[in-house]
Structure formats: C-alpha cells, structure tokens
C-alpha cells in the first residue's frame, strides 16, 4: 500500500489507513487525518521533509516519519 510520503506534489490522496500506535497516531488523528479524509499534497521540501499538505481546509506541514505511517490510496 502507498503512503503519505511516496505521493507527489500536486496529488491529491484518501486515507486508508493511520499505522502507528501510542502518541504518535494519536496526534496525528488529532490534528484531523482520520480514515477516509482527503489529502491535498502541497510542496515536499527539496530534502524531502516536510510535506505541506491542505488537509480539512487549513495548511499542515508533517514529518516525513509520520507521514509514512500514514496509508492513502
């Protein structure tokens, strides 16, 4: 399955799924990437971390860590 990270600038994603366990997942549902929301991928920095989003209407800006937990289709 894909994730956050491998997408491309420009792409727009679903989530499929939030891996992870404890705190990381936690934060990362609250900051509202729950199963089924969609994901604009924005910019990906040119070392690649971070990865701008648009996520439920505001600008987010993750980790390249969490963005791998996070699975899209």
Same mark, same amino acid.
């Given at each position: ?17 939030v891996s992870g366990a404890g ?14 929301? #969609? ?12 990865? #701008? ?5 505001? #600008? ?10 996070? #699975?899209?289709?």
């Amino acid at each position: 399955m894909a994730t956050l990270k491998t997408a491309n600038p420009g792409d727009t994603v679903r989530v499929a799924k939030v891996s992870g366990a404890g705190a990381v997942k936690r934060r990362i549902m609250d900051m509202g990437i729950t199963k089924g929301v #969609e994901i604009f991928v924005r910019k990906v920095a040119p070392l690649g971390d971070p990865i #701008e989003v648009t996520v439920r209407g505001y #600008e987010l800006s993750l980790r390249r860590g969490d963005a791998e937990i996070i #699975e899209v289709e």
